[in-house]
């Protein structure tokens, strides 16, 4: 597997852009310079963000989200380690 993450990810088992395999070796978000935790999708060459907000859920049980643009920096967990 490549050490560079994808364009886009999602979480959403439902979304064209999830990856099982990738989620699962850890992936961190660096948006606007900050890491976030709370991140459900994000696409790197448009510049933006999918995040949830607080716990609630739809009627279908999907975290509710707000698409939030900037910079994203995308990076696999256990290449920062080691």
Not at 8 to 15: E, G, I, Q, V
Not at 17 to 30: K, Q, S, T, V
């Amino acid at each position: 597997m490549s050490d560079t993450p994808p364009d886009r990810l999602s979480n959403d088992p439902a979304s064209p852009f999830f990856n099982e395999e990738i989620l699962n070796r850890g992936i961190g978000i660096r948006f606007k310079g900050v890491e976030k935790t709370n991140v459900e999708e994000y696409c790197v060459s448009e510049g933006w963000v999918r995040l949830a907000v607080g716990k609630g859920v739809d009627r279908k049980g999907k975290p509710l989200t707000m698409k939030v643009m900037g910079p994203v920096e995308p990076y696999f967990r256990d290449a920062k380690e080691g």
